[in-house]
């Protein structure tokens, strides 16, 4: 099968160079998403790759803000650009710079059975995200406590109002946002990631979170409900904790995974020197 993989990236020229040219030579096909406050990233990338007719890093890219809607719309220009210039990969992988492939892209093939996958459960307590206004998604300070307090007290207020209108009961839907999706399924969303679909994604919080399984659902698609990424979390924690070179060999010896996230870069070379050679 054709891969394609679709990266969001801020940080590390060096580490993201690597990363490609590792993929590159098993045929891997790669479309990058510098966020635009990273113009020294962009042009370094750019100017890297300028004669790489596999590898196409995003033009116009957009500011993105940890919990807001411009997530959802870096993830739609990088499914967009890879629909149009790679046509016809078979899988297109979500990951982020701080991704660490588990498994050579040889034997990629063995994990997939043609359907998409993507974390999705059903977490009513989490709806609030979707069908309550959250107005400070694309702030940059939105993680400071002042913040997080006035957050929490806008939750409170709205207990006592109607939910908004802009989902329905698909609201309860869940799931990480790294994804590997079929073929298939990318064509068919394709035509529904237009600005209309985004625009009932404002004012709300963590939508990439959201945005796909709700898709999804709303078109009827079957999937796996599970990524193929290694992640651990602790309770409370807005990120994931960054993974050991024992994590990580344990992760891969499951062979339940492609991808495990985070992985500073210390450890990722290590680990590949030791593990994908």
């Not at 990363?19 to 635009?36: E, G, P």
């Not at 009513?124 to 998604?137: A, L, S, T, V």
């Not at 989902?167 to 990318?186: P, Q, R, T, Y």
């Not at 994931?240 to 060999?249: A, G, K, M, N, R």
Request: glycine content about 4%.
């Amino acid at each position: 099968m054709k891969h394609t993989v679709l990266m969001m990236v801020h940080k590390d020229a060096e580490r993201v160079q690597a990363f490609i040219d590792w993929l590159l030579q098993y045929r891997v096909s790669v479309v990058v998403h510098v966020d635009r406050n990273q113009s020294s990233l962009h042009s370094a990338l750019t100017q890297y790759f300028a004669q790489q007719p596999m590898v196409c890093i995003i033009d116009n890219p957009v500011s993105v803000n940890w919990s807001g809607v411009s997530q959802v719309k870096a993830e739609i220009a990088l499914i967009e650009k890879a629909g149009q210039i790679f046509p016809e990969t078979d899988y297109y992988h979500l990951v982020s710079g701080e991704c660490q492939p588990l498994v050579e892209p040889g034997k990629w093939d063995l994990f997939l059975d043609g359907k998409s996958y993507l974390e999705c459960e059903e977490l009513p307590e989490y709806e609030w995200r979707i069908r309550r206004f959250m107005p400070f998604g694309e702030s940059t300070k939105n993680r400071t406590l002042p913040y997080r307090l006035a957050s929490r007290a806008l939750r409170e207020i709205q207990r006592v109002m109607p939910m908004r209108s802009n989902f329905g009961e698909e609201a309860k839907l869940k799931g990480g946002n790294w994804f590997s999706l079929c073929h298939a399924d990318v064509m068919a969303i394709r035509p529904h990631l237009n600005d209309a679909f985004v625009k009932r994604f404002k004012m709300t919080r963590c939508a990439d979170e959201h945005f796909l399984q709700i898709l999804f659902a709303q078109l009827g698609i079957r999937f796996n409900h599970h990524n193929l990424r290694y992640c651990v979390w602790h309770e409370g924690k807005a990120s994931p904790e960054y993974l050991t070179i024992e994590q990580l060999t344990k992760a891969q010896e499951s062979e339940q995974y492609l991808f495990a996230r985070k992985v500073d870069s210390k450890v990722s070379k290590e680990y590949s020197r030791e593990r994908l050679q």
